[in-house]
T-cell receptor
């Protein structure tokens, strides 16, 4: 099956800092999505991005499908960005990556 | 309406109890999913319903029994659970099987088995 790995596993930032999260996957897929899981467990859809680049406010994402990776950029981080970031990939079903646990300090 | 609603938010049940989790969406999505998430782990797929029919069962034990009464509603019936089944249970929906644009999760049911 598809292997999905995310890096780094843990990240601590000062408020205002920028960061890049990476998602590598082992096979071609039709779907890729980034989610943020807040401390209460809610999974929030950030981007549906099987290829190309998208931006939404302080967040942007790029997927290079031919090289099997996706990047999530967070700029000017805020304490509310804390939580776990997952990428999910798949064709017939989503496989979730290992996650990046982000903590933003005030 | 762009939400997936799950009830209850919290559930404590004994190992001999029978309970049900409920998931509802009114986005016209035709695929619905159940996931299980243990602490500090990614969500793991349990079941997929496609056009109200079970299309994927990820070798889930029979003490978990899914049901899709109509295109908006998904239930997960629980019976004779074990303490290791304690987890966050998440429901999701998407426009269609294999079309994951608009894939949306509910807020989950946090289940504790005592």
């Amino acid at each position: 099956g598809i292997q999905v790995e995310q890096s780094p596993p843990d990240l601590i930032l000062q408020e205002g800092a920028n960061s890049t999260l990476r998602c590598n996957f082992s096979d071609s897929v039709n779907n890729l999505q980034w989610f943020h899981q807040n401390p209460w467990g809610q999974l929030i859809n950030l981007f549906y991005i099987p290829s190309g680049t998208k931006q939404n406010g302080r967040l942007s994402a790029t997927t290079v499908a031919t090289e099997r990776y996706s990047l999530l950029y967070i700029s000017s981080s805020q304490t509310t960005d804390s939580g776990v970031y997952f990428c999910a990939v798949g064709t017939y079903k989503y496989i979730f990556g290992t996650g990046t646990r982000l903590k933003v300090l005030a | 309406d762009t939400e997936v609603t799950q009830t209850p938010k919290h559930l404590v049940m004994g190992m001999t109890n029978k309970k049900s989790l409920k998931c509802e969406q009114h986005m016209g999505h035709r695929a619905m999913y159940w996931y299980k998430q243990k602490a500090k782990k990614p969500p793991e797929l349990m079941f997929v319903y496609s056009y109200e029919k079970l299309s994927i069962n990820e070798s889930v034990p029979s003490r978990f029994s899914p049901e899709c009464p109509n295109s908006s509603l998904l239930n997960l019936h629980l019976h004779a659970l074990q303490p290791e089944d304690s987890a966050l249970y998440l429901c999701a929906s998407s426009q269609a099987p294999r079309d994951y644009y608009g894939y949306t999760f509910g807020s989950g049911t946090r289940l504790t088995v005592v």
